[in-house]
């Protein structure tokens, strides 16, 4: 049986990006290099099930993250800030000092691990999958994606006496 076009061209997607990232990938080691930053606005970036931590120039006492499903931020002392990425995807993150004023106000990027996201455009919609060894499809607001049935396959050539025949 020959593999329709969507699953091919999603497989083709996947080994473009498999192959990029594995080119510019740093070993292991070099995931701690996304260190402390100190900044109150603009845009983070973090990566997935990895924390960075946020230095404030000023105490804090509240923190608001914009979609918890995403990123997730917390106060582990009045001037550092803890971000864990969740799921890829960009939110919001608001720091307040006991006085009601904004500390910080900032884009929180999450990031699959050596952004490894492949996103396939089908006629009927779109789908990300997160790759690494296999590829699964990431679900907005799913912190940790569920595998994915593969794409419908299309069998070209057959008419309607032989459709699903290889």
Known sequence: MRMGVNWSVLAM?????????????????????????????????????????????????????????????????????????????????????ADGGEVANLVVDVVAAGGRLVTVDQGDGRATYSCSDRCDRVRPGEANPAPSAPPPQVIEGAGSAGAGEP
């Open 13 to 97: 997607a996947a080994f473009a990006a498999i192959g990029a990232a594995h080119a510019a990938e740093d070993p292991p080691a070099a995931a701690g290099a996304q260190g402390a930053v100190r900044q109150t606005e603009g845009v983070v970036k973090v990566i997935v099930d990895f924390a960075r931590p946020l230095m404030l120039a000023r105490p804090a006492s509240t923190v608001i993250i914009g979609n918890p499903a995403i990123a997730q931020a917390t106060l582990s002392d009045d001037k550092t800030v803890v971000l864990t990425g969740k799921t890829p995807g960009s939110t919001n993150l608001i720091v307040m000092d």
